[in-house]
């Protein structure tokens, strides 16, 4: 299914019946490995200074600096801070382990999917590394940078990855924000399992804007019509596509056109091919409070976390 920015997996489901299914979500990335590394250099320090507090204060002596009371301070807070890292990165850990049991027992592949840094090679591509490194739970996009504008490209490059490394039956790209309940949709994709070339998603079409300073602003408007509306496409939140039209992405890779959004881009490139459009309710907003899917802000997205902002 993809975007703790959002810009948020390859999940999949193999079933009892031993339907394998796979998808993937492009979620993205939280990495703050180097700053448990940065507290420890500290800790003989800290450990020494609240040491000598309580050791002062046990004989009964208070005579100790108002600088070294808030040095104290500062220290318990960095020791608090250190806790919280070390119980994080323990979850993480614990993560890349149920990612495996999944994988093995459901046949379902979950990954968050992020590129590099504008500045290649910097803190944030260095704490991306590390984390993946603990729970192997990121595809890392090594020739794509991260960035808004380039979620169409990302998008592309994710189901091209996705079906040269598994061979799944579905591929479903997911927003960050958006809670899966993984046996539902599993069931749910089942019953499309005799549609060799199928799209399913909450379709929609929309307006096309075409002023530079409008949000959702489209470069090429000109090219749809005087009426300026989108063709039919799922929209972006969630949606799934079969193995069939995967791999027609990975192998048209270099001809298929991006526009400015996403899930526009996914919809072009069905345009003019024999594909089965599956408008399921359960993909949209409206039906999410069902508890099939749910949208859910997360504490910590990963690509919040690296970029302070949502994918």
């Known amino acids: 299914m993809y975007s703790r920015g959002s810009n948020h997996r390859l999940a999949g489901s193999a079933f009892r019946s031993q339907v394998s299914v796979l998808m993937l979500t492009m979620f993205a990335s939280m990495a703050s490995i180097y700053v448990a590394g940065r507290l420890w250099l500290d800790s003989e320090n800290r450990v020494y200074l609240i040491k000598e507090l309580d050791r002062r204060t046990g004989q009964a002596k208070s005579a100790i600096s108002v600088d070294d009371t808030l040095k104290i301070i500062a220290c318990r807070e960095q020791q608090k801070k250190l806790t919280a890292l070390e119980m994080e990165l323990a979850a993480a850990q614990q993560e890349g382990t149920d990612l495996k049991r999944l994988e093995a027992q459901k046949g ?5 999917v992020i590129g590099r840094s504008a500045n290649r090679g910097d803190s944030s591509d260095k704490d991306i590394d590390s984390e993946n490194m603990q729970t192997n739970d990121f595809i890392i996009l090594n020739n ?168």
């Not at 379902?108 to 968050?112: E, L, Y």
């Not at 899966?180 to 929609?204: E, F, Q, S, W």
């Not at 602003?217 to 019509?225: A, C, N």
């Open 108 to 112: 379902i592949v979950i990954r968050f």
């Open 144 to 311: 794509h940078v991260e960035a808004p504008e380039e979620h169409p490209k990302k998008t592309k490059l994710f189901f091209i990855h996705a079906a040269e490394n598994w061979n799944a039956e579905f591929y479903a790209k997911v927003n960050d924000d958006v809670y899966v309940n993984i046996d539902t949709l599993g069931a749910t994709l089942a019953t499309h399992l005799d549609k060799p070339r199928v799209y399913i998603g909450c379709m929609k079409s929309g307006e096309v804007f075409s002023e530079s300073t409008h949000k959702w602003y489209e470069p090429d408007w000109w090219k749809f019509g005087d009426g300026k509306s989108y063709f039919r496409h799922a929209s972006g939140e969630i949606y799934v596509i079969s193995q069939a039209l995967a791999q027609f992405i990975s192998i048209n890779r270099s001809i298929l056109l991006s526009y400015a959004h996403d899930d526009v881009t996914t919809g072009s490139w069905f345009i003019g091919l024999d594909v089965k459009y599956i408008d399921d309710t359960k993909f949209c907003c409206s039906s999410w409070a069902s508890g099939i899917f749910l949208t859910t802000h997360f504490n910590f997205k990963k690509e919040e976390k690296r970029t302070g902002k949502p994918t």
